[in-house]
């Protein structure tokens, strides 16, 4: 196998493969052979394999981790599949589960790690990560000096995508380390409130922010994005103010998003905003106040009342739909 | 019990911060220096610990060069008894590698029951550094802890994780990241401002702690370029005239995006 990449795909808590397996998989077939090893319990393992092909993965390894330890029966795994596949490089998706594992895996291997990387390739010495830093004001290009390097992949980053595989799966046995880990007592599944594109990795993303003014008239970013098929995200001040879960908020501090539409209703796009979405291809912004920094990343910017100016939006985007 | 809070001294995010360009290194003079805001909420978490327990300890870690000492007075002034900085020339542009090993080395030679950090630093996002210093010191990891509970022999609470939220416990000595989702952090009273200049900060080098002497021993990440995106060329700021929603449509069914 020609400069096999490993990808580590430990199940998601509530069940099928992590968020951004898909992207990690791409971004391996990008530089390398995309190899995966998927960790889970028992009974799922086999549909977890099939789906990781299906995706990409031209060998599939496969390790139970049943049972109530946090992290550290991943990263047993994770470790044993570096030793058995000896990729290039290791890429885990940036989900929490996942930077977990990561972490692990570095120390374990006393491997370097790339973090939040947002695209791969090589040169003549092996493979180089991309890196957006200080929310995308600069692009940082970053390698291991030897041996593998670990890195874990932002979400929504990655366009590419591998061909589909025929599942070559192989099931192993692995070691528990016997590392010391924390117990999982319960999991409790985040209510499904709609259908909407999950915010990390959506094409489009509307985000509102305290210029709707209350949590009641905050459903108004929702309605458009209902319109547009888009995301909802929110600014710091509208979940500050409770308009907006907390898991909505994109900034420095919250969700760092890219997408190919960003449409800010009522958020000033103070720079810890701006740091979170300002890489987004287009940017749309409508506010009541003329001056606020939001307009200087905008490619439209439309100063007005927010309250009539979405409503006459949503129809007109409507009537199109016919 | 003793806490040990790790705090990050960061560039503002309330300002431009600059990447010099020669050395891809962060430009400290372009920015003012403050400590993460997820780290005071550490510090906070740790605070209201030994505020309701007896015999807690709460000290705060830091590795940052020398000139960010001031930042860590803030945390004293907060509260914490004592703080550790460790700064040493050799450590300017060390990758996470190397700072998991420092900062490893430094809480074993302190000792430690729990320790405390934010989920992830503004400046470098990773959210890696807790996992990996759970392995190097062989004990428990909780990340992204959004409540918080300590007992005299065990910490526990719910995490935010991918797709819900997640129980899990741990045993004493462990290690814990926390989200933005507990208590904002206390302003300093001046009482305390007053009182941080006589606690004390232990100052260490490489010298003191037990790590490997040749950094280059191990593989490293090292920045390979670094370059400064143009920024965005302005766009058309129009004023609402009865019209700016029909407007939006049209500029997005120009562009294909509805």
Partial sequence: MTHPILTVLPAAPGGGLPAGAAEVLGAASEIGTPVAVVVGPADALAGLAEQAASLGATTVHTATADGDQLGVPAADAAAAAVALVQPDAVLVPATIEGRDVAGRLAARLRAPLAADIVGVSRDDEGVVVRHSVYGGAYDVDSAATFGPLVATVRLGAIDARAEAATPDVHEFAVEASGRRAAVVEGFEPAPQTSSRPDLRSAKKVVSGGRGLGSKEQFALVEQLADALGAAVGASRAAVDAGYAEQSLQVGQTGTSVSPELYLAVGISGAIQHRAGMQTAKTIIAIDKDASAPIFEVADLGVVGDLFTIVPQLISALEARKG | ?258
């Fill in chain 2, 1 to 258: 019990m003793k806490i040990v809070v790790l705090m990050k001294p960061v560039p503002d995010t309330w300002g431009p911060r600059v990447l010099s360009l020669e050395t891809g290194l962060a430009d400290r003079a372009a920015s003012e220096t403050v400590l993460d805001e997820i780290g005071e909420r550490a510090l906070e978490a740790a605070l209201r610990h030994a505020e309701s327990a007896s015999d807690v300890e709460v000290v705060v870690l830091t590795m940052a060069p020398e000139a960010a000492q001031s930042t860590l007075r803030k945390g004293l002034a907060m509260g914490a008894a004592s703080a550790v900085h460790v700064a040493d020339e050799r450590l300017a542009g060390a990758d996470l590698g190397r700072t998991a090993e420092v900062l490893a080395a430094a809480l074993r030679r302190g000792g430690f029951d729990l320790v405390i950090a934010g989920d992830a630093s503004t400046d470098g996002v990773g959210g890696v550094l807790v996992p990996w210093l759970a392995e190097l010191l062989d004990v428990p990891a909780i990340t992204r802890l959004e409540s918080l509970e300590i007992t005299a022999d065990a910490v526990r609470g719910t995490r935010a994780t991918d797709g819900g939220s997640m129980v899990a416990q741990a045993a004493l000595p462990a290690i814990v990241s926390i989200t933005e989702a507990l208590p904002d952090p206390r302003f300093p009273a001046l009482r305390g401002i007053m009182n941080a200049k006589k606690k004390p900060v232990e100052q260490l080098t490489l010298d003191d702690l037990e790590v490997e002497a040749d950094e280059t021993a191990s593989p490293r990440s090292i920045m390979t370029a670094v370059a400064e995106r143009p920024p965005r060329a302005a766009g058309e700021i129009i004023t609402d005239e009865g019209d700016a929603g029909e407007r939006i449509a049209a500029f997005l069914a120009d562009r294909r995006l509805a």
